[in-house]
């Protein structure tokens, strides 16, 4: 929600190429640097890929651009900020698009991945859990996996983040770290 398509695809190009994303913010890349966007533009240029980057919580919406697009993957950045425009009660609303979602996902052959608010408390305890998902009832029975994240331990240049499926139709529950690179978004 906070960020452009075209801000998105440059994070993306520095993580692929190791180029520190604040370089593609200031046009400060070098000769070098310039031709490996070039060739890297080259290769994804027969991607189908579909950025929408407008503030779409409708889910109409969302549905009229599958239909037209047909993608592999939906991103949902997030799904409580949806709406359909009925209904007074909240938690209704919520599950009726959780359902329209998964039933999207089956219809185009697609995998939807969905990020989610946590409760305010989280802050407080350190850690997530499962129940700690705002209206987590409708998302913990619709969702194939439910992947927490937990950061551990963070400093200017990276963050060792915590990942616990704590949910899997296909798989045990795990829990394993990764590193995160700022500078690299890696």
Known sequence: LEMSYHAIISRWMGSTLGIDTKSFRLSKLTEEQTEQVKDLSAEWYGLQMFLEDR???NLRDIENICRQVKPDVIFVDYIQRMYTGKGDNRAIELDFIINRLKSLAVHQQAVVIA????KREVDKKGTVELADIKDSSALEMAADMVI???VQSEDMVSS???LDVAKSRHTSRCKFV?????????
Do not use: G, W
């Open 55 to 57: 503030r779409i919580s």
């Open 115 to 118: 990020a989610t608010q946590v």
């Open 148 to 150: 927490l994240m937990n």
């Open 160 to 162: 060792e983040i915590l």
């Open 178 to 186: 990764v590193h995160y690179n700022k500078v690299f978004q890696q």
